[in-house]
């Protein structure tokens, strides 16, 4: 069986360079996307025959060139991932204009945007496209406003496009994570207090980790589960689904 071919936008990032790693080291191949040239040849030196593009994932034009990069280096995108994201923790009365646009244009833009050229690139032979979105989208969370709208759209794109492309054969899901631990969420896990109320809010009383994401993430992109699409997964821990203790 030939290796798959995957894009990963964000793939410095905590979850996406688990991700990188993980696929790379099925024997697939890695197209590696993110701001920082020196973490992509970083992470591309450590991941043999990986292809590292530098862009910003907020650019349509920046994510048209990584997909055309991927197919230029082996012929064919076969998965499409995408790991930026961002955290606002503020009410909506405290959140300024620009905080808002740049939370949707990290977290739903930068989605619409690989869809569209990720399906786009997919429909000859078909693919699995996998966006992030959070917990914080399925129950009312405070101070979430912002991330948890942009996260809500993702969501909406991701079952809107499912449907759109299934006849193409070009399946996109979701994965919701509850809280992971990533330098995004350092504020909160290196916080004592912060952490211990976090711990409570979820049953199975730990925060994620990278691995537990990139698992989810690869599961939904490989072809033996080529008959699951339109969903959202999840992965946060019991968080969204499950009260375990009163009060």
Known sequence: MRPSVH??????????????RLLHGRGDHVVLFGRSAAALGELAGELAGATAVEGDATRSAD?????AAAIDAHGRLDGAVNCVGSVLLKPAHLTRDDELLATLATNLHSSFWLVRAAAKAMQPHGGAIVLVSTAAARIGLANHEAIAAAKAGVEGLARA????YAARDVRINVVAPGLVRSKLTARITDSEAALKASLAM???????EPDDVARA???????DNRWITGQVLGVDGGLADLKTRAG
Do not use: N, Y
């Open 217 to 223: 993430i690869a599961f939904l992109l490989a072809p």
């Open 161 to 164: 496009a499912a449907a759109t």
């Open 202 to 208: 979820h049953p199975l009383g730990r925060i994620g």
């Open 63 to 67: 994510v048209d060139r990584a997909v």
């Open 7 to 20: 894009l990963i936008l964000g793939a410095t990032g905590a979850v996406g360079g688990a991700l990188a």
